[in-house]
């Protein structure tokens, strides 16, 4: 069987340099990646998964705010991955969410986001790929299944994180200010969003494995469902 198809949804300023990077951790767990994004093809039900990235802020006017603080905001992409989040919960495929992908898996099941998350909890903004950040998982959860419950050391380059919490999602990490750092459906479809960069902890096994749990999912999907047509048989 081909490898299953995983769509990854990129902003149009950093997508030409995000991509590769997430195409090779998709490539690693098993899976092809194709890169979607505003100006080009988004056929949900062309792909086996879905992978909302990172780069932009979402618009406070999704959740029902107003802007308040500056941001780079790019509205048509808000509409199709808002739009691509809700078709792929609503026809069961399985969606990881990466920083602002995380944020967008809340917003479509009307959850809310803080606007500044930093200033909120009073601490200083981190702005590299490394990781510094300790973030700790929820027993009891998918995170905690796919990737174990140890504390884990991430890289934080959201400005946004989510606040209130859309309907079937539970919080499945915090950091150690106890900022929601990890979002995941209770139920399936396999819905989880992280608000760090595991494409970039690409050498961390328990990161990789973020990337493996959706492709498994998407396997999944193909073996319940062998005569759809929701396939790209490409080689």
């Given at each position: 069987?081909?490898?299953?198809?995983?769509?990854?949804?990129?902003?149009?300023?950093?997508?030409?340099?995000?991509?590769?990077?997430?195409?090779?951790?998709?490539?690693?767990?098993?899976?092809?990646?194709?890169?979607?994004?505003?100006?080009?093809?988004?056929?949900?039900?062309?792909?086996?998964?879905?992978?909302?990235?990172?780069?932009?802020?979402?618009?406070?006017?999704?959740?029902?705010?107003?802007?308040?603080?500056?941001?780079?905001?790019d509205a048509r992409?808000?509409?199709?991955?808002?739009?691509?989040?809700?078709?792929?919960?609503?026809?069961?495929?399985?969606v990881l969410g990466?920083?602002?992908?995380?944020?967008?898996?809340?917003?479509?099941?009307?959850?809310?986001?803080?606007?500044?998350?930093?200033?909120?909890?009073?601490?200083?903004?981190?702005?590299?790929?490394?990781?510094?950040?300790?973030?700790?998982?929820?027993?009891?959860?998918?995170?905690?299944?796919?990737?174990?419950?140890?504390?884990?050391?991430?890289?934080?380059?959201?400005?946004?994180?989510?606040?209130?919490?859309?309907?079937?999602?539970?919080?499945?990490?915090?950091?150690?200010?106890?900022?929601?750092?990890?979002?995941?459906?209770?139920?399936p479809p396999f819905?989880?969003?992280?608000?760090?960069?595991?494409?970039?902890?690409?050498?961390?096994?328990?990161?990789?494995?973020?990337?493996?749990?959706?492709?498994?999912?998407?396997?999944?999907?193909?073996?319940?469902?062998?005569?759809?047509?929701?396939?790209?048989?490409?080689?």
């Amino acid at each position: 069987m081909s490898r299953p198809v995983i769509a990854v949804t990129t902003s149009q300023l950093s997508g030409w340099r995000v991509f590769p990077l997430v195409a090779l951790n998709v490539w690693l767990a098993g899976g092809r990646a194709l890169r979607w994004g505003v100006g080009r093809a988004a056929d949900l039900p062309s792909v086996d998964g879905l992978i909302i990235g990172g780069g932009d802020d979402i618009s406070p006017a999704l959740y029902g705010q107003t802007l308040r603080v500056t941001a780079r905001l790019d509205a048509r992409r808000d509409t199709l991955e808002r739009r691509l989040a809700e078709e792929a919960l609503a026809q069961g495929v399985p969606v990881l969410g990466i920083c602002r992908g995380a944020q967008m898996l809340n917003v479509a099941l009307q959850g809310t986001l803080e606007q500044d998350a930093w200033s909120r909890l009073n601490q200083r903004k981190i702005t590299t790929i490394l990781p510094k950040r300790n973030v700790h998982v929820v027993p009891d959860t998918h995170l905690s299944r796919i990737a174990g419950t140890e504390p884990m050391r991430v890289n934080a380059l959201h400005s946004q994180a989510v606040d209130d919490l859309g309907i079937g999602m539970r919080v499945c990490a915090r950091d150690e200010h106890g900022m929601v750092q990890a979002v995941e459906r209770a139920s399936p479809p396999f819905a989880l969003g992280v608000q760090w960069h595991p494409e970039h902890l690409f050498y961390a096994r328990r990161q990789r494995a973020l990337f493996r749990a959706l492709v498994e999912a998407a396997q999944a999907g193909r073996k319940r469902d062998p005569a759809t047509s929701r396939r790209l048989r490409r080689a």
